[in-house]
């Protein structure tokens, strides 16, 4: 059973910067994508970016320009910086990856950003 644990999260003011990490308990370095998502409360959990094996990224145009997917294979941990948080941004905040065709979730890390 392979474990995905977020950690960053907290208090950040708008406009301001968090990078969060995601530290899986085996290698990643054969995990095509690792994923970050985010569910505010009452919506539903939504895609944000990626970091691809490789090298490359995937991120979502409401949050290009300002959140970065990246990974370290060596370290097998993946990170979300985020930049020029928005109030809108709060929520929990998610890293997903598939090991061996099983997709994995973290269990989260709040992110709240406040005026």
């Known amino acids: 059973q392979v474990q995905l644990v977020e950690s960053g999260g907290g208090f950040v003011q708008a406009g301001g910067s968090r990078r969060l990490s995601c530290v899986a308990s085996?290698?990643?370095?054969?995990?095509?994508?690792m994923a970050w998502y985010r569910q505010a409360p009452g919506e539903a959990r939504k895609f944000l970016a990626s970091?691809?094996?490789?090298?490359?990224?995937n991120t979502m145009d409401f949050v290009k320009g300002r959140f970065i997917a990246s990974r370290d294979d060596d370290k097998n941990t993946a990170y979300l910086q985020m930049n020029n948080l928005k109030v809108e941004d709060s929520g929990v905040y998610y890293c997903?990856?598939?090991?061996?065709?099983?997709?994995?979730w973290g269990q989260g890390t709040q992110v709240t950003v406040s005026l």
């Open positions: 970091a691809i094996r490789g090298g490359s990224t």
């Open positions: 997903n990856a598939q090991f061996r065709g099983s997709t994995y």
């Open positions: 085996e290698s990643i370095s054969g995990v095509p994508a």
